[in-house]
């Protein structure tokens, strides 16, 4: 935890670093070169910056450890602040509309030649950052960051608008004065596509959706690993921040003493943990096996 956690703020620093350095790029050149769409991007990468210390706020919450209060945690803190960060994508979405729609009907001049060149950098830095930054994400099981690379992705897509806006501006000439405008409209449409795509998987979480299919699969794998136990019945996750708590019920001979199922179900946590480091914490529940179609012999280990 204490290395993803590490990982998860240098990343999010890095984020941030780029963002502000962009938001100055893109606002000086829109401003100079004369491109609204331009100027929006700008905009967009100033929300990625409240967006990312957010974010950070969100994860330095989230890892803290479990108190009386908060006996599980408070991973959850980390899906509400992504629901936050959408917020922050959707108030953008709306300015950079707001902006482009006002100025379809204001005459405005042609967009200087060197912005698409300014373009070109940005979008292969910002998805580049994507890149990066979701591979981070995934690493340390974080929505929230996985939200804030997102923000990288639309960012270099709503850039890509409008090199396309300031391309046939420039190439046909008054016939397209607007198409900058209208690239910067159809950049805010894109932006409230990628707040969905983010909010949805933190509802998931919020609501302990049943989707981590491919972790309960490594679990039972793992039910021949130790001496004693004869299967799981069930077997129950939810995500919370960074880590998984997990439910689940072991089988064990029913002849056995509780002493002896209680020192099974402890070697089965403390393994399952030490091969699993995503996993908090594990609540097990003891099931006597009595399906007369399997064996009653206890299993041995297997080795890895």
């Keep these: 935890m204490v290395k ?3 990982i998860a703020y240098r990343t999010i620093l890095l984020s941030i670093i780029s963002s502000v350095l962009l938001a100055l790029l893109k606002g000086y050149s829109g401003f100079a070169g004369h491109s609204d769409a331009l100027i929006a991007d700008a905009i967009e990468s100033g929300t990625d910056v409240l967006a990312s210390f957010l974010v950070l706020f969100g994860i330095y919450y989230s890892t803290k450890p479990a108190d009386d209060e908060h006996p599980y945690g408070h991973g959850k803190a980390e899906a509400l602040v992504t629901f936050g960060v959408v917020g922050i994508l959707l108030i953008s979405a709306t300015l950079i509309a707001y902006n482009g729609i006002q100025h379809l009907s204001i005459e405005q001049e042609q967009p200087e030649v060197f912005t698409i060149f300014v373009l070109i950098g940005i979008i292969i830095w910002k998805e580049l950052s994507y890149r990066y930054v979701l591979s981070k994400g995934k690493k340390t099981n974080s929505l929230s960051i996985q939200a804030d690379a997102w923000h990288h992705r639309s960012d ?6 409008a090199l396309f806006g300031i391309s046939l501006s420039l190439l046909f000439g008054p016939a397209f004065s607007k198409a900058d405008d209208w690239a910067a409209i159809a950049a805010s449409l894109f932006i409230v596509y990628n707040a969905y795509i983010i909010f949805r998987p933190a509802l998931g979480e919020i609501l302990d959706e049943h989707n981590h299919h491919e972790l309960i699969d490594k679990i039972k794998l793992m039910e021949t690993h130790i001496v ?3 299967g799981i ?3 129950l996750v939810r ?3 960074m880590t998984y708590l997990v439910d689940l019920h072991l089988e064990v001979a029913g002849s056995i003493s509780v002493n002896e199922g209680h020192r099974i179900a402890h070697e089965f946590k403390d393994y399952l ?3 699993l480091p995503e996993i908090n914490d594990v609540l097990i529940h003891i099931e006597p096996f009595e399906n007369k179609n399997r064996t009653d012999l206890l299993k041995q280990p297997i080795t890895l």
Excluded: F
């Excluded at 270099?156 to 608008?161: D, K, Q, Y």
């Design 4 to 6: 993803a956690k590490k």
């Design 156 to 161: 270099a897509i709503s850039s890509l608008i």
């Design 273 to 275: 943990q030490g091969q």
């Design 239 to 241: 995500k919370t921040g």
């Design 233 to 235: 019945e069930k077997c």
């Design 228 to 230: 004693g136990v004869q």
